[in-house]
C-alpha cells in the first residue's frame, strides 16, 4: 500500500466520482482508478459497488475509509513536523481560552502538559464567547477552550471539567435597593447596571449573551479583571465564576443575589473544541491527546 493510492481513494470517496478526485488531486482518472484496484487486489476486497450510478462504499469500503482518513491525518502532522524541525524551529502551539476559564483545576492540567513537553512554545489568547470559537474559524488557534457558545456539527468537543458561576453585588450597592436579604426581583436590578464582558465576534448576531434580563441597564467591559473591578466599587451586578471571586465572597466585598426566575445559579460545562474538517497540527494533537486523558480520568 502507497500513500499515494491511499489518497485516490479518499478523493473518490470525498468528491463522490472518479473523474472529480482526478481534478481535485490533479491526477489523471485512469491512475485513479487504477490506485484503487490495487488497494482492492492487495487486501481481496471490494471498497466500492460499482453497480450504481456513482461509486458508492461497501461495508468494507467504509471501514477502509476511516482507517484511511486517520492515516492521513498522522502522515500531516509528521509532515508538518517535519518541515519545522528542518527550519529549526517549531511552530507554537496556538490556544484560545474563554476568559471564564482561567480556573486552578484548569491551569494545574496545562501545568502538567508543558511540564511533559517544556520544548513546546505556547501562544494564547482569549475571548470571550462566541469570539472564542470565531478563532477557530479563522485559524488564529487550533484548540478551543470555553463553553458551549456556538458549537455545532463544525466542531469536535470534549467536556474538560464544570465552573460554580454565582451572581454577585457589593453589599453597599445591595443596601440601596431597599431589600432585605439576597433574594431579589428582576424589576428591583432595571435601574442597575447589569456588567458584561464583550467579545470580538464580528456577527453580532451570535454574539449576544445568554442570560440577560428582559430590559434594564447593561455596561460592557473587555475583561473580567474590569468586570471585577466595577462590581467591587458598586457600580453594577453580574453573573461571575466563582473562584474569581471566593477570597471577596469570603471578606464580604461582594455578596451573592438570587433573582426571581432568572439563572443566578449554576454549574458552567468547560468543553476543549477544535474543528472537525482541519488536521491538528503534531503539537496541537498532542496538547488534545493529553488533555483528553485527563478528562477520561475524571469521569464516574
Known sequence: MKLD??????????????????????????????????????????????????????????????????????????????????????????????????SNELMTRLKSFQSSYPEL?????????????????????????????GLDDRHAFIELL?????TVVAPELLATLGHKGNRLKQAQLYSTAHILV?????????????????????????????????????????RMPRYMVEAELASGALVTIDIENFMSHNQLPIFMIKLRHQTLSYQANLFWEAMKENALKLLP
Request: aromatic share 10%; hydrophobic share 35%; glycine share 6%.
Open 121 to 149: 512554545s505556547i501562544d494564547i489568547t482569549t475571548d470571550h464567547l462566541y469570539g472564542v470559537h470565531e478563532n477557530l474559524q479563522k485559524d488564529k488557534s487550533e484548540v478551543a477552550i470555553g463553553p458551549r457558545y
Open 162 to 166: 464544570r465552573l460554580e458561576v454565582v
Open 198 to 238: 464583550n467579545n470580538s465576534a464580528i456577527n453580532q448576531s451570535e454574539s449576544g449573551h445568554r442570560y440577560l434580563l428582559p430590559t434594564g441597564k447593561r455596561w460592557y467591559v473587555n475583561d473580567y479583571f474590569a468586570k471585577k473591578s466595577l462590581l467591587l466599587n458598586g457600580l453594577g451586578w453580574a
Open 5 to 102: 493510492q491511499v489518497r485516490a481513494f479518499i478523493a473518490v470517496v470525498e468528491t463522490g466520482s472518479f473523474r472529480s478526485a482526478a481534478d481535485a488531486i490533479h491526477k489523471t482518472q485512469p491512475s485513479i482508478s487504477a490506485a484503487v484496484k490495487t488497494l482492492e487486489a492487495q487486501y481481496g476486497i471490494q471498497l466500492f459497488d460499482r453497480d450504481s450510478y456513482r461509486p458508492t462504499l461497501t461495508t468494507e469500503g467504509k471501514a477502509f475509509f476511516l482507517q484511511s482518513k486517520k492515516l492521513m491525518s498522522q502522515v500531516q502532522q509528521l509532515e508538518s513536523l517535519g518541515h519545522n524541525l528542518a527550519q529549526g524551529t517549531e511552530a507554537p502551539l496556538r490556544l484560545c481560552f474563554s476568559q471564564s476559564c482561567f
